[in-house]
């Protein structure tokens, strides 16, 4: 295994050709897409275009003109048809944050009579915050429960369980049927969040006949930083989803102005208030960058990726107190690898300084993640070899990267 | 008065400099600033250096190379300024009905025992809902009542009361001074609704004692489509305004990543998630629009623009069925003239395709809006003519000019 393995695996590599369709910078290799994914180069254009003729020069008249009131749904179609969804089911707008609210309290509210909300302990704070907001709004206790442990809590008294379907730290990938059939023979409903598997792996939320979902879409969508979150609600609850935050966006008829609330029988009701249409334009042509592209081609690519790293690290790195976190089986991994190390935070700011970007997570994990469509594997192999001088020549020792910064 | 008197106070207009800031398209009269304002062309080049260098070269760096984590705040801030609030209590982000819903709920929870939320029944139609989503979720009862007649609903009952400081379709601009005082003296908090006054009077929050507010950002403030809207929390309620959405980014010390929920002490609390970047750099250059520009300056434009328009509606369309239906007193009256007429709808359509571009509210209003900052009063005298001559010459009777469009 050495560079030249890398580079035949490009030179044969059936995505190669998206890479141009983002714009990166020579010298950096980009590990943190994971994170907030790289720019497409269709985005200029179209925010130049929101701006200088939609908003500009059509003013208050593209609302209609230019599609404006439809594209939380037309953003929400071509997302859903990343995530095995059909059409109608699934709506753009707001941060995951909020659409965890959402959501969350219409399950719960589907299942009255049950007091209890499961979550996981490991998953990113947001989830169990939202969790824990719904829980006490509506009364119900919130579980913190691994999705590897659940079997043993899923009783009657369970209304829904909310998990994300990667871990964002290890990168484990749970066994979303399994979980979500679990979830039903209970009697629960199951909500998943996708932030970790949108644009990385294929989902199958009709198939897997999950409840809800949500999803950011900065990471793997590459949407821009902070674009708008997704909800999905499965057509079967879509005229019963009794949701919280309704706001005129989501009315049956949100131009009558009615003195009172009557929502949508659509995904539209999932709607709040006036979304940020240059943050919801940029990303609708950012998902141009996925015309033409098999999700399974990507999952091929993101785990012969990520496979590379724990190679490398099993052979190259054995001597360095580094140790693979993430799952070695396909069927269990994401589209990142975590590696446990001492001093990992000291490491990840000296492959930064480097040009490798990737994240640290606390208190030891040096985190990287792998974008199919903009990431080669001579650049991957690069940044494996940089990781090893790190460690070797002990770069990371050095004083400037012990420093912590405000925001990590 | 003729359009020599027009053209005459253009040429003494001390914020003529400022319409330059805008880019805007020759031969449109736009009078619909009050639903989009229109575009600063402070605005592009910010975008623009978004997307290419903080975006696309920076990357994740950006959360602190580029101040990425600190825009909610210090967007706020700026706006703050603006309202007459000290810094520190005005927070950047979501939608307005996102925010109501946040501090319509602390508000209430503040004031625990008591069972009334009081609202406007002909407020926008999303402040109603959102009232009506708080009052379900707090066991509250809502109750409609219009400003005017507050007193004497003010029982001590009442949890809290949110107005709209200016009435969307009349612009009826309320006695903000007068009612927030009785709702203090009857123990209840007050949350003032902005959307229809920021940027275009002065607002003196902190001097009237006001316990909350929210607005959106991209009416007067010409934010930019969805531009995020804003929440301010008075600094005496900041450690206790215990908000329903705890998002990771509103936790006292997000990077912790802890798994329970714990306030910032700051107006940072009223933070959720990761706000739509894009949207909100380009908010953040459209306020420079604003510079060197005092608020009585635009306020005493903003007056003499629709005294100019209620003086040509009283004399010049006396004859055409036209009824001026917002306040004559300056003190009530805040920046649009609502026409009530017959056939409001055909009249507004037959004005937009002559280049004047008002809006309809049903059943019977033409509502115009007026930005002091990009608007001349000579193209205002120019959209009267025109509104005169569609209404005299029968042009709104032409078939076209029926036609409802879905989104209005």
Redesign the interface.
Known sequence: MDRGFAARLDASDPLAFARDRF???DG?V?L?GN??G??PRS??GA??DA??R????D??????ANG??ELPGRIGDRIAAMIGAGEGQVICG?????QL?QLLTAACRLRPGRSVLITD?NS???D???A??VGR?LGLTVV?VHPNNLGEYLTEDVAAVAFSMVDYRTGELFDAAGITAAVHDSGALMLWDLCHAVGALPVALDDLGSDFAVG?T?KYLNG??????FAYIAARHLTNADL??????G?RA????????EPSATIERAR?????????L?LDAALDAFGGVDMAAIRTKSLALTDLVIMYADSELAGCEVSVVTPRAHERRGSQVALRMPHAYEVCQAL?ARGV?G?F??PDLLRLGFAPLYLRYADVWDALVALRAVLTEGEFRRPEFAVR????
């Open positions: 714009e990166l910078a950096i980009y943190d994170s907030l790289a720019m985005v200029p925010l130049s701006m200088h939609q908003w500009a020069a003013l208050i008249t593209s609302w209609n404006w009131w707001d941060s995951t944050s909020v609210f302990g990113f704070p947001t169990q915050y939202l824990d907001a709004m913190r950011c900065y821009g930083p902070g674009s708008p979150a919280p935050l309704t706001g005129w966006h009315h949100p131009f009558d102005l009615e003195q009172q609330f709040i208030g006036t979304p940020p249409l240059l943050s919801m940029a930064i970007i994240d997570r606390a910064s405000a925001v990590t």
